[in-house]
């Protein structure tokens, strides 16, 4: 049995389900968390287990307001995983607000470094005008 | 904005524990976020002082909507609305300028000067005559705040007049707030030491200055603020400044050299033939100058092509952590910038040396 991690978003990271039981896999949010290896390890470490024992598909949605750059380097460890076990049938969904042109860049850029099933999908998020950089 | 500027300015404010400065529309967000930013930041001896303070800012932000003229338009002049709080020694000081009607000085002046001439019972007295009078003048208001405001410091409210035209003025104001639990036996600073740095930031097209301890949390309510002071720019580029800013203040943070254990630094955010331009100085260890130096000049004789090329690189080969992921940070931030990134190293001693950037986008 592999329990789920979840985490509520907060100022410097994001919300985080991973949920094998319902088959939920998401990372919403922002990442500028200056020590990003404490935040990503158990990550990481989960889905090392996750994928000894996989569900028939698995996609991880990712839909991201910043990343920095160490974060940057721990979502490529996770693409790097998912890329390991390309055949367990698994899927990444980069997510961006249509107006949001680095963050549809930084998903383009992993989609070129990967081999893997890498879907870039437009969202039109009207609450976006609104959004406040509250960290 | 260059990265001699960038020097001139700490060198100005180089006795200011914490300072801040931010020119442009003011909301009460903007209100809120700077006195957090104070709150957050001043030290253990003055505690005693955050809620005067807060208060005294926020008579400070309503005086310069009570007084202003501005006309709500989102183009940075030299007359736009300026406030700064800054901290030496023992003293807080919060300054204000905005644009008066030169009809309504006469007015002003007679109710600062009244102020400024009366004893604790006879302002007590005043306090309690316009309260009950409610002489309400039309900008709401008989000089209650700055009653306040003289109660709360017991102290003078300096204040100037700068003509603009025929028909305004700039209106200068300075609050001071002095510990009364310690003297550092400092004479206070005079209103024209204000005057000046409004007079350069305004020069320089700077929107939001801020020097203090960057070890400390002033990265949030950094950025909350100059979010606040880019409500009208695009997403694309307001997105664009905020990932930066977020990778730069953190580099600060974390590599600047402690003095005293504090890592120093200043930021400025400005704006000026249609680009942003980020500025930040902060001391350096000498001996990383040659390390941090060639990392900047190899990025910078790199196309973006070349760049774009070494990021997926880096990134692919999961460079990490301690040296990698800064230099992940640099080739990012240059291959996103608009030109090559300035950078100086000023020599302070056989220690350290002062390290300034700016880049614009």
């Given at each position: 049995?592999?329990?789920?991690?979840?985490?509520?978003?907060?100022?410097?990271t994001p919300?985080?389900?991973l949920?094998?039981?319902?088959?939920?896999?998401k990372?919403c949010?922002r990442?500028?968390?200056e020590?990003s290896?404490?935040?990503f390890?158990p990550?990481?470490s989960?889905?090392?287990?996750y994928?000894?024992?996989?569900?028939?598909t698995?996609?991880?949605i990712l839909?991201?307001?910043?990343?920095n750059s160490?974060?940057s380097l721990?979502?490529m460890?996770?693409f790097?995983?998912f890329?390991?076990?390309?055949?367990?049938?698994n899927k990444?969904?980069?997510?961006?607000?249509?107006s949001?042109?680095?963050?549809?860049e930084?998903g383009e850029?992993?989609k070129l470094?990967t081999?893997?099933?890498?879907?870039?999908?437009?969202?039109i998020?009207?609450?976006?005008?609104d959004f406040n950089?509250?960290? | 904005m260059?990265?001699k500027?960038?020097y001139?300015f700490?060198?100005?404010?180089e006795n200011?524990?914490?300072?801040?400065s931010?020119?442009?529309?003011?909301t009460n967000n903007?209100?809120?976020t700077?006195t957090?930013?104070?709150?957050?930041?001043?030290?253990?001896?003055?505690s005693k002082?955050k809620n005067?303070?807060s208060?005294l800012?926020?008579?400070s932000f309503?005086?310069?909507?009570?007084?202003?003229e501005?006309?709500?338009n989102?183009?940075?002049?030299d007359?736009s609305?300026?406030?700064m709080t800054?901290n030496?020694?023992?003293?807080?000081?919060?300054i204000?300028a905005?644009?008066i009607d030169?009809?309504k000085?006469?007015?002003?002046k007679e109710?600062?000067?009244?102020?400024n001439?009366?004893?604790?019972?006879?302002?007590?007295k005043?306090?309690r005559e316009?309260?009950?009078?409610?002489q309400?003048?039309e900008?709401?208001g008989?000089?209650?705040g700055?009653?306040?405001?003289?109660?709360?410091t017991k102290g003078?409210?300096?204040?100037?007049?700068v003509?603009?035209?025929?028909k305004?003025s700039?209106?200068?104001m300075?609050?001071e707030l002095k510990?009364?639990?310690v003297?550092?036996g400092?004479?206070?600073?005079?209103l024209?030491?204000?005057k000046?740095?409004?007079e350069?930031?305004a020069d320089?097209?700077?929107l939001?200055?801020?020097?203090?301890d960057?070890?400390?949390e002033?990265?949030?309510?950094?950025?909350r603020?100059?979010e606040?002071?880019?409500q009208?720019?695009?997403l694309k580029?307001?997105k664009?400044?905020?990932?930066?800013?977020?990778e730069?203040?953190?580099?600060?943070?974390?590599?600047?050299y402690?003095?005293n254990?504090?890592?120093e630094?200043?930021?400025?955010?400005?704006?000026?033939?249609n680009k942003?331009?980020?500025?930040t100085?902060?001391f350096?260890?000498k001996?990383?100058?040659?390390?941090l130096?060639n990392?900047?000049?190899?990025?910078?004789?790199?196309t973006?092509?070349?760049?774009?090329?070494?990021?997926?690189?880096?990134l692919?080969?999961g460079?990490s952590t301690k040296t990698?992921s800064?230099?992940?940070g640099l080739?990012?931030?240059?291959?996103?910038?608009?030109?090559k990134?300035?950078?100086?190293f000023i020599?302070i001693?056989?220690?350290?040396?002062f390290?300034?950037?700016t880049v614009?986008?």
């Amino acid at each position: 049995m592999l329990g789920p991690i979840i985490l509520e978003k907060t100022k410097t990271t994001p919300e985080i389900i991973l949920d094998k039981d319902n088959n939920v896999f998401k990372i919403c949010g922002r990442a500028i968390i200056e020590n990003s290896q404490e935040f990503f390890n158990p990550i990481i470490s989960w889905f090392e287990k996750y994928f000894k024992n996989p569900n028939s598909t698995t996609e991880l949605i990712l839909n991201i307001d910043y990343l920095n750059s160490s974060s940057s380097l721990f979502l490529m460890k996770i693409f790097v995983l998912f890329e390991k076990n390309s055949k367990t049938n698994n899927k990444i969904i980069w997510m961006y607000d249509a107006s949001d042109d680095l963050i549809k860049e930084r998903g383009e850029e992993y989609k070129l470094l990967t081999k893997l099933d890498f879907e870039l999908k437009e969202t039109i998020n009207e609450d976006y005008e609104d959004f406040n950089f509250d960290i | 904005m260059t990265t001699k500027t960038i020097y001139d300015f700490y060198k100005l404010l180089e006795n200011d524990n914490i300072s801040f400065s931010y020119r442009g529309g003011f909301t009460n967000n903007v209100l809120t976020t700077a006195t957090q930013l104070f709150k957050e930041n001043i030290g253990e001896e003055h505690s005693k002082l955050k809620n005067k303070l807060s208060f005294l800012m926020i008579e400070s932000f309503q005086n310069i909507s009570r007084y202003s003229e501005q006309e709500g338009n989102d183009i940075l002049e030299d007359t736009s609305e300026f406030f700064m709080t800054r901290n030496v020694g023992d003293t807080f000081y919060i300054i204000s300028a905005n644009l008066i009607d030169n009809d309504k000085i006469p007015t002003v002046k007679e109710k600062l000067e009244r102020v400024n001439t009366l004893d604790k019972s006879e302002l007590n007295k005043l306090y309690r005559e316009v309260l009950t009078n409610k002489q309400i003048s039309e900008k709401g208001g008989a000089g209650l705040g700055f009653i306040e405001m003289v109660r709360k410091t017991k102290g003078k409210l300096p204040f100037d007049f700068v003509k603009v035209d025929e028909k305004q003025s700039m209106f200068f104001m300075q609050i001071e707030l002095k510990n009364p639990k310690v003297d550092d036996g400092l004479e206070p600073l005079p209103l024209s030491d204000a005057k000046f740095v409004q007079e350069i930031v305004a020069d320089e097209n700077i929107l939001m200055m801020h020097k203090g301890d960057f070890s400390k949390e002033a990265v949030g309510p950094m950025l909350r603020m100059v979010e606040e002071n880019m409500q009208n720019v695009s997403l694309k580029v307001h997105k664009k400044i905020f990932h930066f800013l977020v990778e730069i203040l953190q580099n600060i943070s974390k590599h600047a050299y402690p003095i005293n254990e504090k890592r120093e630094g200043i930021f400025q955010i400005g704006f000026d033939d249609n680009k942003f331009h980020i500025g930040t100085g902060n001391f350096i260890a000498k001996d990383e100058v040659a390390n941090l130096k060639n990392q900047i000049e190899m990025v910078n004789s790199k196309t973006k092509e070349e760049l774009n090329e070494l990021y997926r690189k880096y990134l692919r080969e999961g460079k990490s952590t301690k040296t990698g992921s800064a230099g992940l940070g640099l080739i990012d931030l240059a291959r996103e910038t608009t030109d090559k990134i300035n950078f100086e190293f000023i020599e302070i001693n056989n220690n350290y040396s002062f390290f300034s950037l700016t880049v614009n986008f």
